[in-house]
């Protein structure tokens, strides 16, 4: 399809793992957000790329968190050194002329 | 105080009901505003945009009040499938992050 992949869906970590979630956006978006949601919470913002360039990072909760877009397309969101707070579902937005999200990466701790 | 307010709910309404969501927002300039509709296990899809005029789309009317930072949803004639989360969403910057509140978690009932 044409939509926003992820990948993986579903990823089980051991406190202390690093972990590594992709996104490919659709074709063509310029903007790639990446978003963190906690259970019963909304998305919160984590960071945005316009191309291969970090605009913004302030959503990052810590230095354990980091993000690449290298080419201005696939983004990896890795986060080193897992903690069980970094459970929650990963999502990725790219952007035309409105945020189309995908599936999302539910991060489990243990 | 977050950013984006809404009372989580739930609403249990029986099918054929009308029923009204409301949100508060913080950040005077904010200025798109959305709902999106998110259900269990998957990803934020975007409902309607909101409009100052106010706006309709079949049975879901939205409103924004700038001047009190309060948006609202109306869902009149509640269908089983309309059960779901509903998701305000403020943007500060156009084409930046994406503001989302909690949820209000809707549940029709036949």
């Known amino acids: 399809g044409a939509g926003v992949s992820q990948s993986p869906r579903y990823k089980v970590a051991k406190r202390g793992q690093d972990v590594a979630l992709r996104c490919d956006p659709i074709s063509g978006h310029v903007s790639l957000f990446w978003y963190q949601q906690a259970l019963g919470q909304g998305p919160e913002f984590l960071t945005y790329f316009q191309n291969e360039a970090q605009l913004d990072k302030s959503g990052l909760p810590s230095d354990r968190f980091f993000a690449e877009r290298p080419e201005g397309s696939v983004s990896t969101l890795k986060i080193q050194r897992t903690q069980q707070e970094d459970s929650a579902v990963y999502l990725c937005?790219?952007?035309?002329?409105?945020?189309?999200f995908g599936p999302g990466t539910r991060l489990t701790v243990t | 105080r977050k950013e984006v307010e809404q009372d989580p709910g739930p609403f249990n309404v029986p099918e054929g009901a009308t029923v009204a969501f409301n949100c508060t927002y913080s950040n005077s300039a904010s200025q798109s505003f959305f709902w999106y509709r998110q259900d269990c296990r998957k990803e934020p899809k975007l409902l309607m945009s909101?409009?100052?005029s106010g706006n309709e789309d079949g049975r879901f009317t939205a409103q924004l009040n700038r001047a009190s930072q309060y948006i609202s949803l109306l869902i009149r004639d509640s269908k089983l499938s309309d059960s779901a989360t509903y998701l305000c969403v403020v943007n500060v910057l156009l084409g930046n992050k994406l503001v989302f509140g909690a949820g209000t978690i809707l549940r029709v009932k036949s």
């Open positions: 909101v409009y100052s």
């Open positions: 937005a790219s952007s035309g002329p409105r945020q189309y």
